[in-house]
């Protein structure tokens, strides 16, 4: 690990000039771990910020990272680039050259707690940071006792993470991972999940699925006001589902095949007298 002064302020500088080229790299955040007792925690930071797009960790007095250690044992693919790239800072640096966000677990209930109030959700936190254009640090504190009121008192902004009341804080790893995770709208450009926004089916092919559903309707005997009615239904139902072309296509085969099997049915029982089914 590598630290100082002059490197945090060469970030702070970095991150300036990268702010005209790229928005969504000037407000991703660099996050800081404040004195943490356990290597693993470390490492467990480490993954969430790979898998959530950020790169630039820095430790406050941390303990020996080894690379055959815990640390190193919990990053997962971090122990690459994350974890053996993590600065060593003080906090002075990191109060010096960020916009910093301090996470607790425990906050203020009113605004006679200066030092936890007011706070911001994850989700709240993410859409400020999105009008921010400067450096900024997301601020862990210890696993046992977080950031003191202190050091709190120092820092820019306040975040808390929503949780039970009967016991609302965090493993320090869990509490990291979730709040990079609601960031990722800054951090992350491509997830591996494909693109979730639906094209829904042409309306060609919709009229001709409440045609056949209509046939269908008719062909199982039902009373014609029953028909209307589940007509309706289906036409609403399908109004809101906005399916896609492929859903709609797959809808229409096998209404088809249903249709043409009752109406071969139908075809035989008036051959040879027989009552298709008991009809209502």
Same mark, same amino acid.
């Given at each position: 690990?590598?630290?100082?002064?002059?490197?945090?302020?060469?970030?702070?500088?970095?991150?300036?000039?990268?702010?005209?080229?790229?928005?969504?790299?000037?407000?991703?955040?660099?996050?800081?771990?404040?004195?943490?007792?356990?290597? @693993?925690?470390?490492?467990?930071?480490?993954?969430?910020?790979?898998?959530?797009?950020?790169?630039?960790?820095?430790?406050?007095?941390?303990?020996?990272?080894?690379?055959? @250690?815990?640390?190193?044992?919990?990053?997962?693919?971090? &122990?690459?680039?994350?974890?053996?790239?993590?600065?060593?800072?003080?906090?002075?640096?990191?109060?010096?050259?960020?916009?910093?966000?301090?996470?607790?677990?425990?906050?203020?209930?009113?605004?006679?707690?200066?030092?936890?109030?007011?706070?911001?959700?994850?989700?709240?936190?993410?859409?400020?940071?999105?009008?921010?254009?400067?450096?900024?640090?997301?601020?862990?504190?210890?696993?046992?006792?977080?950031?003191?009121?202190?050091?709190?008192?120092?820092?820019?902004?306040?975040?808390?993470?929503?949780?039970?009341?009967? =016991?609302?804080?965090?493993?320090?790893?869990?509490?990291?991972?979730?709040?990079? =995770?609601?960031?990722?709208?800054?951090?992350?450009?491509?997830?591996?999940?494909?693109?979730?926004?639906?094209? &829904?089916?042409?309306?060609?092919?919709?009229?001709?699925?409440?045609?056949?559903?209509?046939?269908?309707?008719?062909?199982?005997?039902?009373?014609?006001?029953?028909?209307?009615?589940?007509?309706?239904?289906?036409?609403?139902?399908?109004? &809101?589902?906005?399916?896609?072309?492929?859903?709609?296509?797959?809808?229409?085969?096998?209404?088809?095949?249903?249709?043409?099997?009752?109406?071969?049915?139908?075809?035989?029982?008036?051959? =040879?007298?027989?009552?298709? =089914?008991?009809?209502?």
């Amino acid at each position: 690990m590598s630290g100082g002064a002059d490197e945090a302020g060469d970030d702070a500088v970095d991150a300036d000039d990268d702010a005209d080229a790229d928005p969504r790299t000037a407000r991703e955040p660099v996050v800081v771990v404040v004195e943490p007792e356990t290597p @693993g925690n470390v490492g467990t930071i480490a993954r969430a910020m790979k898998n959530f797009g950020l790169t630039d960790l820095k430790l406050v007095d941390p303990p020996e990272l080894k690379e055959d @250690g815990e640390a190193y044992g919990f990053a997962g693919h971090a &122990r690459e680039d994350v974890l053996p790239n993590a600065d060593e800072v003080t906090f002075d640096e990191v109060v010096a050259n960020y916009h910093t966000v301090g996470t607790t677990a425990i906050t203020g209930e009113d605004d006679r707690s200066h030092e936890r109030f007011p706070f911001k959700t994850p989700v709240e936190l993410r859409e400020s940071l999105k009008t921010v254009d400067a450096p900024t640090a997301i601020v862990f504190g210890r696993e046992g006792r977080g950031l003191n009121n202190e050091e709190l008192s120092r820092l820019d902004e306040v975040c808390s993470i929503p949780a039970d009341d009967d =016991y609302p804080v965090l493993n320090l790893g869990q509490a990291a991972t979730v709040l990079l =995770y609601e960031l990722r709208e800054l951090t992350v450009e491509e997830t591996q999940l494909p693109d979730t926004e639906v094209t &829904r089916a042409p309306e060609g092919d919709l009229e001709r699925f409440h045609e056949f559903f209509g046939e269908f309707l008719k062909a199982t005997g039902q009373r014609e006001h029953v028909r209307e009615k589940n007509a309706l239904l289906m036409r609403r139902l399908l109004g &809101r589902a906005h399916p896609t072309e492929r859903e709609i296509h797959s809808l229409l085969g096998t209404f088809r095949k249903a249709n043409a099997k009752l109406e071969h049915a139908d075809h035989l029982a008036t051959k =040879y007298d027989e009552p298709v =089914y008991p009809r209502e």
